[in-house]
């Protein structure tokens, strides 16, 4: 799977489980917390999603809002992760 492929992923699960099918105002570099789309709950919804979808587990130090302060910074910390797991 490309890196592209990623961000699509997270982004389509953002859009449809966030905004409601509104992407109109989401780009990989938006702020997640800024600007109210994900909060600490919205955070647990997509690190289970992700640890079920690539088949990780994310320990709790991890859980940190600037690895999920945005798509890219998800995409960025979902690649070192999975590039240390193999």
Excluded: C, R, W
């Excluded at 989401?26 to 909060?39: A, V, Y």
């Excluded at 992700?50 to 945005?70: M, T």
Aim: proline share 1%; net charge negative.
């Amino acid at each position: 799977m490309n890196e592209q492929n990623y961000s699509d992923v997270i982004m389509t699960f953002i859009v449809e489980n966030f905004l409601f099918g509104d992407n109109s105002q989401l780009k990989t570099d938006t702020p997640l917390f800024e600007k109210g789309i994900i909060d600490s709950t919205g955070v647990l919804e997509l690190v289970s999603f992700i640890e079920e979808k690539y088949n990780i587990n994310f320990q709790d130090d991890e859980l940190v809002q600037d690895n999920f302060s945005s798509i890219s910074a998800i995409e960025k910390f979902l690649l070192n992760k999975l590039n240390h797991q193999n």
